[in-house]
């Protein structure tokens, strides 16, 4: 299996721009979950999914954010308007289940946004 | 509020020496903690996992332990080589809920 994979791997995008990130989670795994990486606030989850509905968003920033999982395979999360205090590295993590004792999840590479 | 502390946040160390890296945690209540590592411009990788019951796991020159009741987890690496190098994260896993709390991590350099 090709893991998680993520597109882009690097965004540069100017203050007031949509960006949209993108997640491919491993086949046949049913919960995906979005973070954001900072120096400040280290590794944050923003949102999950599971079995492609919304479970908990309580992680997302502000209205701005948005994410959704319109089939067990894709997943998006859009930022609109970009700020520059967006810029991180936004993760896409998936998991075959989620809620037992030796769950784990996987990530993908990452994306690094920069908003200028 | 559940909070993870890694200390140091960067740490380098000499080829062949075994290392010790730290987690505390704030609340004991907790269901699994994890390390993962974090290669520069990857994602990050489960290295163990050890359940709320467990007091410690091995996997080839990795060991974790847990001591729940002191909000303390170690990382011992043996026998360290370059390949090591890397940004171990340490994660709990709060019980009643489906987050993971992740510490910032420890910068971790091993010289040749």
């Known amino acids: 299996d090709a893991g998680v994979i993520q597109s882009p791997r690097h965004e540069v995008t100017e203050m007031g721009q949509e960006v949209t990130l993108r997640c491919k989670p491993i086949s046949g795994h049913n919960s995906l979950f979005w973070y954001r990486q900072t120096m400040m606030r280290g590794l944050e989850l923003l949102i999950y999914f599971n079995n492609n509905v919304p479970i908990d968003d309580s992680g997302m920033p502000e209205d701005r954010f948005s994410a959704k999982m319109p089939n067990a395979s894709f997943s998006t999360l859009k930022i609109q308007p970009s700020e520059p205090r967006d810029s991180a590295v936004y993760f896409c993590a998936s998991s075959l289940k989620w809620g037992g004792p030796t769950d784990t999840q996987y990530f993908g590479p990452g994306t690094r946004l920069t908003v200028l | 509020k559940q909070e993870v502390t890694q200390i140091p946040a960067a740490l380098s160390v000499p080829e062949g020496e075994n290392l010790v890296l730290n987690c505390s945690f704030t609340d004991s209540a907790i269901y699994n903690l994890q390390w993962f590592r974090q290669d520069p411009g990857k994602g990050l990788t489960s290295l163990l996992l050890?359940?709320?019951?467990?007091r410690e796991q091995t996997s080839g020159r990795l060991n974790a332990s847990l001591d729940k009741s002191s909000g303390r987890s170690t990382l011992y690496i043996a026998a360290s080589q370059p390949g090591d190098s890397a940004t171990y994260l340490c994660?709990?896993?709060?019980?009643?809920?489906?987050?993971?709390?992740f510490g910032k991590g420890t910068r971790l350099h091993i010289l040749p």
């Open positions: 050890i359940q709320s019951s467990q």
């Open positions: 994660a709990v896993r709060p019980i009643r809920d489906d987050k993971i709390i």
